[in-house]
């Protein structure tokens, strides 16, 4: 039976990797389409690469009727998403793909969003979407709040470290190569094809990233007291992936073998063998991530290296990844396209 | 029934797109793959990509057991094919990828690609794979030669035109931007990063691009009289796909029609609204054609723009199109995932 | 003695190149730098690749005492240069980089820009900025328009073919692959680095580019009739450089005598040898302009390759190559730096 | 008086851009190129953006006469310096662009370079080519060994800091983003446009560098005590440029203040405001090093961000920088060209 899926905001990127996702998924339909600025639309006029698809409409929110709707996508930008997901009927599942239920904390929000949080019951109820170490929160959930893409390939090199006890937990660095979809498809000067073409350049270095107050949560939560890491992000001029590189301090050996273990059954990520490291551009549109682990040449120094697509695991794709799951169905359904290389 | 398929070559760039494409193809199943200079590897070694897939090893031509295969994709080098495809048994179907067998008139083999046929009597049997064209006959195919990708972008735009008989054929233009995985993965100095990125430079200048030979074929049979078009290929900083502007002679209303009229039915091939341009990116990673006409300020001047990704519908998509055919399957299995975009 | 130097509209791109090339010209120093919305900026905070430079901060136009200046150089948006000229004092010379005063014609003007010109008479008296052709009228011009970029690129291929008569007038095709940065910084979606990168598109397709108001004045001039080609451009993913390709009817042999004639002595026009064609990246950066002809299988169809970096001989090199004949000084002087290659 | 100059190597990258900066050099000249496998051809075959030059033929090192001939760049590539200069007259001056002469210490030598130094009475004698801080010893040298491009990089925005004693000398952790064109102009397989464009992968990682050797005498020498960093480039899609980040634990005001004092009058060095960090496009094709300090929200913990181009800077501009000095001309004579943006 085909589940009847509702995207909201789904003229931005996230959006658009949603539906693209979709287009092969064995059991989801899209009934709905909004695009607030671009409502009247069709897809193919703000997305021409989905032209070949028979889709709804671009409407308003209000226009759409969510009787009948089993699950929303929620797409929408930081801080609008509260007032939305308020609003829909309690019966229908959410996966919110934005910033607005990530931390659990209201102080926390407030403190990385400059704003109280206007739905804390939500807030509340809110499951964090990192699926892996999620799942049967999220199979149960009604409102799964994806994770940060940066937030997201983080976690999954450093949060099996913190869980085995094998690094020291105050001398964690990451330092993440992001490629430009991250910040969507926004009119900013420096997301110029002329300024970012052949540049580099670090963004909200010194930790001001706001995807630290997801690392702040995840990670204090898994060691049993609090952590702090320092998260470098740089832009590269690339569209999409994010290389993460983690600077720890622990023994080699010891952090690759609690990789390897705590993802030997997990259907998208890989871990590469002892002493090789992963290329962005091997996990391209897809929803894998690979993670490598290198030995410095100073002892008790390793490096370790993981890559994943930002609008696939680190979005839309881990988004379908939870709805599966939410819905009943297969988890890699919809999911398992390989990796689009070169 | 899964049928069984073995690619040769599959270590070059449309190999490794075959092999991605029938990740997802709900009725086919690798059994072998051969790379002759990798023979032994695991294709994760070769291609990281395509990690999460349970393939067999890289083997020689020779350790392949064909017995049992369905299907033979041939993904070698241009030249070598001819003796490989002879060797095998004449009951197992094969699609060529390479140049061997695109070309009818031994005389023509001989003048483009500087030596005589070793295989005239396969040259002979050889259906020409542009599925949309040739749809029957590959149907009962045993051989099927895939086209040139520059060859299927130019004819997406150009057949219909010549076949309706309105656009004048002495007077056809063929200006292509090609992305630069139609040239390989091989080691050519002007491949370079430092050389290409940032750059566009022209190559084949002046009608010496082997594609043509397929053009003269093709548009004379259509047009039941000799015709020879003007082509130039310029290589853009890209990996993936071709844009094509054609400029002809004839009624830009007239031209319009034929392109939607021909391909109105087409799973495939899709013609914007009378005055819209596709760009490229629009079909990446993807089987679709996307094909504008634009009417110039020179009256009877038009001006045709196509596009397609090089590696799969301009080469390992179209071998599966057609290998869906030759098998009995739906022609568009494992062919309708989305675009990649951004 | 050093000339003294304002540049009204420095914070765009052909302004930061205008200020790039002058840091090293022997002769000019700059007073003033206008840019209003960025007025107050020191030019670091704008363009950080400038910072070792010591320049005059960012001011509004207003502000700017013209008096013991030389030359102006206004690199302000097409419309607003009008008004702005027109109150600048009599005697102080003037480049234009907008697009105000390239066309003689106001009829001519107002077809191609939407509006009637608001300065008639300094239209008549401006001089077409191409250096090469109106050479002698620049040295003893009070204003000088800049060509358009693509305008450039153009003439400086056809013109010589045109006025040696060895082309059909009415068989010109132009097809233009233009790097980004010739829309300059300007925040609209498909300059996105998301959008461009890894792709290719067309855009005033159909003879609707400004820059043919300036083919036909002056082709039509060079010849001696009414001249009108086809002219497409395609935004390729660059940032720098216009790389031109003509088609054209007439004996190739022709064609490269009459170019190679016609730029023997020019110090930055270079005609390569009969065959050979230019890379769009062996001129980035510089002031240099490399043509190639290549002869068709098609008896008497000539392909004709030009390419110059369009900020710079495309527009701010011009500009100064301009003010330098204005200005008395050598007309090479600060050009002749040589392109940057990789 | 203009010096004679001769390039060895004239082939490759970091040749062309001698060459490139020759070109506008006021005091040098260039009499002889030498290019083994390129002997006999024109360098603008070679090199087409170098066209407008009049420049010696490419020839074999053998041919060259150095009698009268003022300085030899030495572009040669690693290990095949050490026989080439050795055979040089002793009243040549050198500049050596290779790794041969960077390691004082034999034995380190062979540690990083997997064989015996061949020239050990050269290697005594050749004085690091860090220009900024072996001033007056290069001044005196007749053999200067240009520093690696990340190994510069690296020891502009760490060695103040070392010699400050601001900072942790055991836990400095040096990541790079590193353009291609490092590499140089080799056909190797991840240097393809279609392997590295939209990618970004590590190499050399765990302290494998050789750039390491350097750093680590470098460093030790500075401290008087051992010094071992860790080091990590990652390849990423731009062609010129290093982007490094340094993680440090440190006071960030004291570290900032040991930057800024010694550079401050530094013309190639610019350490920006407190606070900011420069792009990598700030510099490109310049001699300009752009330095910048943030503060990380863990107190004592800072983040140094340092960025030039590799083929300038970290190579060719900085052989002219110490050639200039060897021969008794101003320092910055041919080297203040702006950089080039966008």
């Known amino acids: 039976m085909t589940r009847k899926i509702a995207i909201l905001g789904a003229s931005g990127y996230t959006g658009a990797e949603l539906v693209r996702l979709i287009a092969t998924h064995p059991e989801m339909e899209i ?37 009948g709707v089993d699950l929303v996508f929620c797409a929408l930008p930081h801080a609008t998403s509260q007032a939305v997901i308020g609003a829909l009927p309690a019966e229908v599942k959410v996966v919110d793909l934005s910033a607005d239920f990530r931390l659990r904390d209201p102080a926390a929000y407030e403190a990385w969003y400059g704003k109280p949080h206007s739905a804390p019951e939500l807030q509340k109820e809110a499951v964090y979407g990192l699926t892996e170490f999620y799942r049967e929160e999220i199979r149960g959930a009604r409102l799964v709040a994806g994770t940060g893409c940066n937030a997201a390939t983080g976690q999954f090199i450093l949060r099996p470290l913190i869980a085995a006890g094998v690094i020291d937990l105050d001398q964690i660095i990451l330092d993440l190569k992001v490629a430009v979809s991250g ?8 997301l110029l094809f002329g300024e970012l073409h052949d540049n580099v350049f670090g963004y909200s270095l ?6 630290l107050g997801e690392f702040d949560q995840e990670f204090s939560r898994v060691a049993g007291r609090e952590v702090k890491i320092q998260f470098t992000p740089t832009l590269i001029p690339a569209t999409r992936g994010i290389l993460a590189t983690a600077y720890v301090q622990g023994e080699a050996g010891a952090v690759h073998y609690a990789l390897a273990d705590a993802y030997m059954n997990e259907p998208f990520i890989k871990v590469l063998p002892f002493g090789a490291a992963p290329s962005m551009k091997d996990v391209r549109a897809s929803n894998f991530c690979h993670i490598g682990v290198v030995e410095d040449r100073i002892p008790g120094r390793t490096i370790v290296v993981g890559t994943l697509d930002n609008l696939t695991k680190g979005s839309s794709g881990q988004a379908i990844q939870n709805a599966n799951l939410m819905l009943g169905l297969e988890e890699t359904a919809g999911l398992m396209a390989a990796p689009v290389y070169p």
Chains 1, 2, 3, 4 share one sequence.
């Not at 009247?40 to 929110?61: Q, S």
């Not at 010194?206 to 995807?211: F, S, V």
């Open 183 to 190: 910040a969507g498809r926004s009119l900013k000067e420096h």
């Open 206 to 211: 010194g930790g001001r990233h706001r995807h």
């Open 31 to 67: 009934v709905a389409l909004s695009g607030d600025r671009k409502a009247g639309m069709a897809m193919a006029e703000v997305y021409p690469h989905l032209r070949h698809m028979d889709l709804p409409e671009l409407c308003r929110i209000e226009e759409i009727d969510v009787a």
